[in-house]
Nanobody, 120 residues
């Protein structure tokens, strides 16, 4: 199972970007899918997550600016990022919690990461 991100790049502050995460397996195989980011010299942090039940949570730092969505037909998760700030600069990682047994146990699957750089 692989998650492949795309859409990163260099944008000016105030701009927008949309990240995509395509799964090589049906997104219904995951109990949750989301986005994390790792700013330079900092720890990886949660940005947004969407469960299979449709529950969505955002980090307080992106709430109101970022939107996570899923296209089941394309097995793809998106992160729409608006009103970008220099502090949003980070490597963004797609994450999926792959269900591996009937008990609902999961394993984490990570994408390779995509760099987002916001210039001031």
């Amino acid at each position: 199972v692989q998650l492949v991100e795309s859409g990163g790049g260099l944008v000016q502050a105030g701009g927008s970007l949309r990240l995509s995460c395509s799964a090589t397996r049906s997104v219904s195989s995951f109990s949750a899918m989301g986005w994390y980011r790792q700013p330079p010299e900092k720890q990886r942090e949660l940005v947004a997550v969407r469960t299979s039940a449709g529950i969505i949570n955002y980090s307080d730092t992106v709430k109101g600016r970022f939107t996570i969505s899923m296209d089941n037909a394309k097995d793809t998760v998106y992160l729409e990022m608006n009103s970008l700030k220099p502090e949003d600069t980070a490597v963004y990682y797609c994450n999926g919690k792959l269900v591996v047994n009937v008990e609902g146990s999961t394993v984490d699957v990570w994408g390779q990461g995509t760099l987002v750089t916001i210039s001031s």
